[in-house]
């Protein structure tokens, strides 16, 4: 130690409460886990946070795991700081860190993830099942029709890789807040990424349509880029969904988000 540690909040995230530990040899990251409600989208999960760190540890795409336990009833894991900003441009950084993550080869037990039409319907179902403003009539009539069967390319995937989750030093990102990794589709990350609502939720605006083939091409896998876009009306139409579930329990800035999802969702 180099003298009495300083806590210093970190805002980036909207779920668990996170600090940057000052005063020591290296700055670390405390992340300890809220988990007083279950989101239908994002599950909150410390053990396969712990897990991931522990899998990737050599990859270089994801923080050092210092220690993990629990206060109370309340589990947290430390790790160490990682430089950088969170993403805001530059297409190709977020691009070629999941596409590096996406054809890692690594063992993990992780919830299945959905895959293919079949399966974003059902889940974005759910999710309306849990809304009752009078918006759920109208997401409801924009169901999409178009059928895509499940991809057999399953992949471990981040779960979560919004802007915020992407911190980027020079041309290296690294992903952090592993709390809801899935086996699944790998285009479930990058619709993630590309969705409006989260793109105006962790980065105060869309992108643009040069900015989101530039993503789709430095990804690298046409099969996938095509997929994806048979795809998006799906992740636009659940995600929708589950921003009107955030909106009706209180995040007000979820139904502008909802709005945006919409607009593409009627243009996809």
């Known amino acids: 130690m180099t003298g009495p540690a300083t806590f210093a909040p970190l805002y980036g995230g909207r779920t668990n409460q996170v600090w940057r530990i000052l005063g ?8 300890l ?29 994801v923080p050092n795991l210092r220690d993990s336990g629990q206060f109370e009833q309340a589990h ?25 993550l996406h054809t890692t080869a690594v063992t993990l ?14 889940h974005a179902e759910t999710i309306l099942g849990l809304c009752t403003s009078e918006d759920r009539a109208r997401l409801i009539a924009l169901r999409p029709s178009n059928a895509v069967p499940p991809s ?20 290296a990102a690294i992903l952090i807040d592993w ?16 969705s409006p609502a989260m793109q ?30 048979q795809l998006m009306p799906w992740y636009h139409w659940r995600m929708s969904a589950y921003c009107l579930w955030r909106a009706e329990n209180g995040t007000d ?10 607009e593409s969702l009627v243009t996809t």
């Open 200 to 229: 105006f939720l962790y980065r105060g605006q869309t992108l643009t349509g040069d900015e989101i083939e530039r993503f789709i091409t430095a990804y690298g896998c046409p099969d996938t880029s095509d997929r994806l876009r």
């Open 109 to 122: 037990n992780a919830p299945k993830g959905c895959n293919g039409s079949v399966e974003i319907a059902d």
């Open 24 to 31: 020591q040899k290296e700055d670390l990251v405390l992340k």
């Open 253 to 262: 800035d979820y139904a502008r988000a909802m709005e945006l999802e919409l």
């Open 76 to 100: 947290w894991v430390l790790y160490d700081h990682a430089p950088g900003a969170t993403w805001r441009e530059n297409p190709s950084l977020a691009a070629n860190v999941l596409r590096h």
């Open 179 to 194: 709390q809801c990794p899935l086996l699944g589709d790998p285009c479930e990350d990058l619709a993630l990424f590309l």
């Open 152 to 171: 057999p390319e399953v992949r471990l995937i981040h779960g979560d890789p919004v802007a915020g989750n992407i911190l980027c030093q020079g041309d």
């Open 33 to 61: 886990y809220r988990t007083t409600q279950s989101n239908p989208l994002f599950r909150n999960d410390p053990a396969r946070e712990i897990q991931c760190l522990q899998a990737l540890a050599d990859t270089g795409f």
